[in-house]
């Protein structure tokens, strides 16, 4: 479309995306005002889902806030976990043992590639392609079975505690994922040739859907779509927490800002989380899993606290702010997916309906995450 | 014009190489598990609702009425009351309500239980008509079981 | 039995005309709907198999009985008019969907003399048909008054141009070998083993093999399905043109669906593949039709659920710089060799 010519807003019509619609998986409502089949202007409309998160945690003692983490970004419960826990331990001054460090970077890995399958799926079913939904829901259920036999969960995982982790892994969890990664491998290798390959997907990704460099910091988007614009960053290696400054693992980057870019550094992706467990396995030390000096009652001394991870879909930060008491007095989620989804309204003007959904799923958004 | 005619050619073969893979998982075996008819196993750690832990010396349960659970809960569905029996010095369990409608399944309660008295069940099977049926009675659950 | 009907033929010529119209009519009414009704479970299965699952299995064996269930159910539902519709032209377009599609198997012949009309310009009528299928589901989709429907309606349209121009050109080039509409005279000149096929007729036109691909794509473009679905495309459009549908209404478009693909599929088969004949000249006969057509909507399934959706202009895309080209320049070489030789 001419980029000049602009329809008067009366002669458009407002089409909702949303709250109910096929490919916005979950309640994000988008208020589009279409010129025939072209976008001349897109408003993400939030809170159908809004729970109260930061809001809930000024009502409950630390630990009781757990189980919440999990719930804002189901797909990626554990990297929440992890966020929180090393939060509160930052303000306790606790030190985790080292063996629960490399069992919350193995399961929060594996949690990463399952976060990203379900991505996959759901992503190429929003192209149209019904199929790799199930192959890529195949292969996340291999990492929750192998999730759900340490944490006794499949989706809220709810499974670090401040200081380490309750339960320790076991030898036939490591064989699990050693067989796990073997056949995730392989797997990438078919998701390529059946997927990547494919010339409509091709023809349908690349060179459109830009989101340049400028935009991502406009908005402060992170993740894969920062890297798909060539923004070279990743708190795993930029801020490095936990134990991720031991391992060995490249951070994908691709320049070309498009859709095709977003969705080859979610696949580059995989195979570098694979390659942190395969590292984490094999040097996988003994030892206690929880911490002994955690106190009963949790209450972390006055003061201002802040912490960042990465997760599947971004840079996660949780700043809290304690009084001393046993409830945290503030607690502010930065969530990965709000401002990766505030992009999609400047980033889709002037594209395609069809193009603008595969724009808005290769965003990767997990409503509840944006709306908390 | 070459350009052109690869391009055709590439994507053609890209369908066709598609269409392979797709042809091949036709021949291997399903993997799905055939819900009703087979069930899956559950693991151990399996967190399911809360249960009482049966203790074989005394034919019945651990509880010592200490209200941690009930304390640590996030959700505040768990309520147990204890009466003091006469010639006994410490309190006996007599109510515990877990309000299963409002539990998030997190585990907190059984990690704060000092005598570990609580423990997961591995039912994953609910479904009802009424909200009634998710008040369990865990006294009652346990007298029940065999 | 015979003779007393042909003593009937003889001395009431008319009324076994009707006789044989009505016989005509209940048959393909029967076939289209069980064509559509199991060629459903057959997808379901299909897909299942390709997705590593089972497939429908609860409804009688096999989940034989599944498409009675899905019938029963559809037809149990409320015929619901949503506010502000156009009435007629709403309950007009499933059946005129539906209507079209069986006026296409009139002139089909399925074997020697299994055919309820024979036309000489056969072809030309199923085009015709075929083309008012898309109107049915423009008026749908205009008269339901949604948005989605709307923005389906104009794709449907927009496909329609791209996928008939190929098409048509492909069918210009294979006429001018074959010298006939009739579909039967078609047929016939492809007896003998599948080196006398139009598919192999390498000596009419070296570009014959691509120029069966092109009509194969276009019969998908045609049928509305993956990679050519945008009239539906359920992530983008929720259901397109069906959107406000329920019930039978939408039951009718459902089956249409299938019953072009029926057509499409059997239309491939007579044009390219011989029609009743068998690949090595032995046993003619209408099954050798009925493989090659439940192979190949087999093989419209397989692609259904191996791809993703193009998008419209993906197809014009497609349409323009590819298919139009090479299906001229396959005229162009088509009307030079049946002209020198």
Same mark, same amino acid.
């Given at each position: 479309m001419n980029a000049e010519y602009q329809l008067p807003e009366d002669e458009c019509f407002v089409?909702?995306?949303?709250?109910?619609?096929?490919?916005?998986?979950?309640?994000?409502?988008?208020?589009l005002t279409l010129d025939g089949e072209y976008i001349c202007k897109a408003e993400?409309?939030?809170?159908?889902?809004?729970?109260?998160?930061?809001?809930? *945690?000024?009502?409950?003692?630390?630990?009781?806030?757990?189980?919440?983490?999990?719930?804002?970004?189901?797909?990626?419960?554990?990297?929440?976990?992890?966020?929180?826990?090393?939060?509160?331990?930052?303000?306790?001054?606790?030190?985790?043992?080292?063996?629960?460090?490399?069992?919350?970077?193995?399961?929060?890995?594996?949690? +990463?590639?399952?976060?990203?399958?379900?991505?996959?799926?759901?992503?190429?079913?929003?192209?149209?392609?019904?199929?790799?939904?199930?192959?890529?829901?195949?292969?996340?259920?291999?990492?929750? &079975?192998?999730?759900?036999?340490?944490?006794?969960?499949?989706?809220?995982?709810?499974?670090?505690?401040?200081?380490?982790?309750?339960? &320790?892994?076991?030898?036939?969890?490591?064989?699990?994922?050693?067989?796990?990664?073997?056949?995730?491998?392989?797997?990438?290798?078919?998701?390529?040739?059946?997927?990547?390959?494919?010339?409509?997907?091709?023809?349908?990704?690349?060179?459109?859907?830009?989101?340049?460099?400028?935009?991502? +910091?406009?908005?402060?988007?992170?993740?894969?779509?920062?890297?798909?614009?060539?923004?070279?960053?990743?708190?795993?290696?930029?801020?490095?927490?936990?134990?991720?400054?031991? =391992?060995? =693992?490249?951070?994908?980057?691709?320049?070309?800002?498009?859709?095709?870019?977003?969705?080859?550094?979610?696949?580059?992706?995989?195979?570098?989380?694979?390659?942190?467990?395969?590292?984490?396995?094999?040097?996988?030390?003994?030892?206690?899993?929880?911490?002994?000096?955690?106190?009963?009652?949790?209450?972390?001394?006055?003061?201002?606290?802040?912490?960042?991870?990465?997760?599947?879909?971004?840079?996660?930060?949780?700043?809290?702010?304690?009084?001393?008491?046993?409830?945290?007095? +503030?607690?502010?989620?930065?969530?990965?997916?709000?401002?990766?989804?505030?992009?999609?309204g400047e980033a889709c003007r002037g594209m395609l309906? *069809?193009?603008a959904?595969?724009?808005?799923?290769?965003?990767?958004?997990?409503?509840?995450?944006?709306?908390? | 014009?070459?350009?052109?005619?690869?391009?055709?050619?590439?994507?053609?073969?890209?369908?066709?190489?598609?269409?392979?893979?797709?042809?091949?998982?036709?021949?291997? !075996?399903?993997?799905?598990?055939?819900?009703?008819?087979?069930?899956?196993?559950?693991?151990?750690?399996?967190?399911?609702?809360?249960?009482?832990?049966?203790? !074989?010396?005394?034919?019945?349960?651990?509880?010592?009425?200490?209200?941690?659970?009930?304390?640590?809960? !996030?959700?505040?569905?768990?309520?147990?009351?204890?009466?003091?029996?006469?010639?006994?010095?410490?309190?006996?369990?007599?109510?515990?309500?877990?309000?299963?409608?409002?539990?998030?399944?997190?585990?907190?309660?059984?990690?704060?239980?000092?005598?570990?008295?609580?423990?997961?069940?591995?039912?994953?099977?609910?479904?009802?008509?009424?909200?009634?049926?998710?008040?369990?009675?865990?006294?009652?659950?346990?007298?029940?079981? !065999? | 039995?015979?003779?007393?009907?042909?003593?009937?033929?003889?001395?009431?010529?008319?009324?076994?005309?009707?006789?044989?119209?009505?016989?005509?009519?209940?048959?393909?009414?029967?076939?289209?709907?069980?064509?559509?009704?199991?060629?459903?479970?057959?997808?379901?299965?299909?897909?299942?198999?390709?997705?590593?699952?089972?497939?429908?299995?609860?409804?009688?064996?096999?989940?034989?009985?599944?498409?009675?269930?899905?019938?029963?159910?559809?037809?149990?539902?409320?015929?619901?008019?949503?506010?502000?519709?156009?009435?007629?032209?709403?309950?007009?377009?499933?059946?005129?969907?539906?209507?079209?599609?069986?006026?296409?198997? @009139?002139?089909?012949?399925?074997?020697?003399?299994?055919?309820?009309?024979?036309?000489?310009?056969?072809?030309?009528?199923?085009?015709?048909?075929?083309?008012?299928?898309?109107?049915?589901?423009?008026?749908?989709?205009?008269?339901?008054?949604?948005?989605?429907?709307?923005?389906?309606?104009?794709? @449907?349209?927009?496909?329609?141009?791209?996928?008939?121009?190929?098409?048509?050109?492909?069918?210009?080039?294979?006429?001018?070998?074959?010298?006939?509409?009739?579909?039967?005279?078609?047929?016939?000149?492809?007896?003998?083993?599948?080196?006398?096929?139009?598919?192999?007729?390498?000596?009419?036109?070296?570009?014959?093999?691509?120029?069966?691909?092109?009509?194969? @794509?276009?019969?998908?473009?045609?049928?509305?399905?993956?990679?050519?679905?945008?009239?539906?495309?359920?992530?983008?459009? @929720?259901?397109?043109?069906?959107?406000?549908?329920?019930?039978?209404?939408?039951?009718?478009?459902?089956?249409?669906?299938?019953?072009?693909?029926?057509?499409?599929?059997?239309?491939?088969?007579?044009?390219?593949?011989?029609?009743?004949?068998?690949?090595?000249?032995?046993?003619?006969?209408?099954?050798?039709?009925?493989?090659?057509?439940?192979?190949?909507?087999?093989?419209?399934?397989?692609?259904?659920?191996?791809?993703?959706?193009?998008?419209?202009?993906?197809?014009?895309?497609?349409?323009?710089?590819?298919?139009?080209?090479?299906?001229?320049?396959?005229?162009?070489?088509?009307?030079?060799?049946?002209?020198?030789?």
């Amino acid at each position: 479309m001419n980029a000049e010519y602009q329809l008067p807003e009366d002669e458009c019509f407002v089409l909702n995306l949303g709250p109910q619609h096929p490919s916005t998986h979950g309640v994000a409502r988008i208020k589009l005002t279409l010129d025939g089949e072209y976008i001349c202007k897109a408003e993400p409309v939030l809170g159908y889902i809004h729970r109260m998160h930061e809001k809930m *945690a000024e009502n409950r003692t630390w630990p009781q806030f757990f189980p919440n983490t999990g719930r804002l970004d189901y797909l990626h419960a554990l990297a929440y976990n992890q966020n929180y826990a090393c939060l509160v331990e930052r303000a306790l001054a606790i030190e985790v043992p080292e063996r629960a460090e490399y069992i919350r970077v193995i399961t929060t890995e594996l949690n +990463r590639i399952a976060s990203h399958m379900v991505w996959y799926g759901a992503f190429v079913l929003d192209l149209g392609g019904f199929t790799p939904l199930l192959y890529t829901f195949d292969d996340r259920e291999q990492i929750l &079975d192998l999730l759900e036999s340490v944490t006794g969960s499949r989706l809220t995982f709810s499974y670090f505690r401040f200081g380490g982790v309750p339960n &320790d892994i076991d030898d036939d969890f490591i064989a699990g994922t050693k067989t796990f990664i073997s056949r995730m491998r392989e797997r990438i290798k078919m998701y390529h040739a059946l997927i990547t390959k494919n010339v409509i997907l091709i023809n349908r990704l690349k060179d459109i859907g830009f989101i340049p460099a400028e935009m991502c +910091r406009k908005y402060g988007a992170s993740g894969p779509v920062a890297r798909g614009a060539g923004i070279d960053y990743d708190v795993r290696r930029n801020e490095p927490y936990s134990i991720y400054d031991r =391992f060995e =693992f490249e951070i994908p980057v691709y320049h070309e800002a498009d859709s095709m870019a977003r969705y080859m550094v979610r696949m580059d992706e995989i195979l570098q989380s694979l390659r942190i467990i395969e590292q984490a396995i094999a040097t996988l030390p003994a030892g206690p899993i929880m911490a002994d000096k955690v106190p009963k009652l949790i209450r972390p001394p006055k003061g201002d606290y802040y912490h960042a991870v990465e997760t599947a879909r971004g840079r996660l930060g949780m700043r809290a702010v304690s009084d001393g008491s046993a409830i945290p007095w +503030r607690l502010k989620l930065r969530t990965p997916c709000f401002s990766n989804m505030l992009i999609f309204g400047e980033a889709c003007r002037g594209m395609l309906l *069809a193009d603008a959904v595969a724009l808005f799923g290769s965003l990767d958004l997990v409503i509840p995450d944006v709306d908390k | 014009m070459a350009a052109y005619i690869k391009s055709i050619l590439v994507g053609t073969w890209s369908l066709i190489a598609g269409l392979a893979i797709t042809l091949r998982f036709v021949f291997k !075996p399903v993997v799905t598990c055939q819900y009703p008819h087979a069930v899956p196993k559950i693991p151990d750690r399996y967190r399911g609702h809360i249960d009482f832990v049966y203790d !074989p010396a005394t034919c019945s349960h651990k509880c010592i009425v200490c209200g941690m659970c009930q304390k640590t809960c !996030p959700s505040g569905c768990i309520s147990l009351e204890g009466e003091k029996l006469e010639g006994a010095k410490k309190k006996t369990l007599s109510v515990y309500q877990l309000n299963f409608t409002t539990c998030s399944l997190c585990g907190l309660c059984v990690e704060a239980c000092p005598t570990g008295a609580l423990t997961f069940s591995k039912e994953y099977n609910l479904a009802g008509f009424d909200e009634k049926e998710y008040h369990f009675d865990l006294i009652k659950r346990l007298q029940e079981r !065999p | 039995m015979l003779s007393y009907l042909n003593y009937l033929n003889d001395t009431m010529p008319c009324l076994m005309a009707i006789l044989r119209l009505i016989v005509c009519i209940v048959c393909i009414l029967a076939f289209v709907g069980l064509n559509a009704a199991y060629l459903v479970w057959l997808e379901r299965k299909l897909a299942g198999r390709i997705q590593r699952r089972i497939g429908p299995k609860e409804v009688g064996p096999f989940g034989l009985l599944q498409p009675l269930a899905d019938g029963i159910k559809l037809m149990t539902k409320q015929l619901f008019l949503p506010d502000g519709i156009d009435r007629i032209l709403y309950l007009l377009a499933p059946m005129l969907v539906m209507t079209t599609a069986f006026m296409c198997f @009139v002139t089909i012949p399925f074997g020697e003399g299994l055919v309820a009309r024979e036309l000489d310009l056969g072809l030309l009528a199923i085009f015709a048909f075929a083309s008012i299928n898309v109107l049915g589901l423009l008026l749908g989709a205009w008269a339901s008054r949604n948005k989605y429907s709307m923005i389906s309606s104009a794709r @449907v349209v927009s496909q329609n141009v791209a996928y008939e121009i190929p098409m048509l050109l492909v069918v210009a080039s294979l006429l001018m070998v074959t010298g006939t509409l009739n579909l039967h005279d078609i047929v016939a000149e492809q007896a003998g083993g599948f080196w006398n096929w139009n598919v192999l007729r390498l000596n009419a036109s070296p570009l014959m093999p691509v120029a069966f691909l092109i009509f194969f @794509v276009c019969t998908l473009a045609e049928t509305n399905r993956t990679p050519f679905d945008l009239a539906e495309a359920e992530s983008e459009l @929720v259901a397109g043109s069906f959107t406000e549908y329920g019930s039978m209404g939408f039951g009718l478009f459902f089956m249409g669906e299938y019953a072009n693909m029926v057509v499409g599929s059997t239309l491939i088969s007579i044009l390219f593949l011989g029609g009743w004949n068998c690949p090595f000249g032995i046993f003619p006969g209408p099954h050798w039709l009925f493989l090659k057509l439940y192979a190949l909507i087999s093989t419209v399934m397989w692609i259904r659920w191996t791809f993703p959706r193009t998008t419209f202009y993906g197809l014009l895309n497609l349409s323009w710089k590819v298919l139009i080209p090479i299906a001229l320049v396959n005229l162009l070489i088509t009307g030079a060799l049946v002209k020198v030789f």
